[in-house]
Antibody, heavy 121, light 113 residues
Framework: QVQLVESGGGVVQPGRSLRLSCAAS????????MHWVRQAPGKGLEWVAV????????YYVNSVKGRFTISRDNSKNTLYLQMNSLRGDDTAVYYC??????????????WGRGTLVTVSS | DIVMTQSPDSLAVSLGERATFNCKSS????????????LAWYRQKPGQPPKLLIQ???TRESGVPDRFSGSGSGTDFTLTISSLQAEDVAVYYC?????????FGQGTKLEIK
């Protein structure tokens, strides 16, 4: 079954760190670029980061540059998002999403169900 | 950054009728070298992740019913549902992938009249 399953969300205090994971199954993970997209409660969608299929390139939205790091382990079919110096406006459901290309066509053809990150003291 | 603006914010349509969603980009998302528009449409049902409907402005994703169609070029785009079904109640988003950061419109909420 082709799917993406996120984990690692939870409640975290401002300034602390959290690591999200996304387990891929049912397709050749190493052939696809992967993204993180987030959605604040009751709000729209915001693209966060992308990583090339081989991990050679990464790009981020300005609001998370220097704080978040996207990475992947193709041997484990897993995507990660390391989030440091978390702020209240990082509160959102974080979705893992597959790109149809190896080097990022830029749209998302498969989505996970998301994991909720709440930044609050 | 390319700003995507959708209209209207909400829409109420009767079952079996046509629903039309508009999306405007702050700059062209048409790549002249390949004549492709870097524009996608997604549907997000309540409590679910988004689902890809249309890529390249007018290409239906595999398995998407043919009542969904996309059109437009450059900066102005339209998603049309030709005959509304109850299962189409959702929020619809457009997204540009012409340049990073990839950006979404604010969404249009579709309800049944």
């Amino acid at each position: 079954q082709v799917q993406l399953v996120e984990s690692g969300g939870g409640v975290v205090q401002p300034g602390r760190s959290l690591r999200l994971s996304c387990a891929a199954s049912g397709f050749s993970f190493s052939n696809y670029a992967m993204h993180w997209v987030r959605q604040a409660p009751g709000k729209g969608l915001e693209w966060v980061a992308v990583i090339w299929n081989d991990g050679s390139k990464e790009y981020y939205v300005n609001s998370v540059k220097g704080r978040f790091t996207i990475s992947r382990d193709n041997s484990k079919n897993t995507l990660y998002l390391q989030m440091n110096s978390l702020r209240g406006d990082d509160t959102a459901v974080y979705y893992c999403a597959r790109d149809p290309g190896a080097t990022a066509a830029g749209y998302f053809d498969l989505w996970g169900r998301g994991t909720l990150v709440t930044v609050s003291s | 950054d390319i700003v995507m603006t959708q209209s209207p914010d909400s829409l109420a349509v009767s079952l079996g009728e046509r629903a039309t969603f508009n999306c405007k980009s702050s700059q062209s998302v048409l790549y002249s070298s390949n004549n492709n528009n870097y524009l996608a449409w997604y549907r997000q049902k309540p409590g679910q992740p988004p689902k890809l409907l249309i890529q390249w402005a007018s290409t239906r994703e595999s398995g998407v019913p043919d009542r969904f169609s996309g059109s437009g070029s450059g900066t102005d785009f339209t998603l049309t549902i030709s005959s509304l079904q109850a299962e189409d109640v959702a929020v619809y988003y457009c997204q540009q992938y012409y340049s990073i950061p990839y950006t979404f419109g604010q969404g249009t909420k579709l309800e049944i009249k």
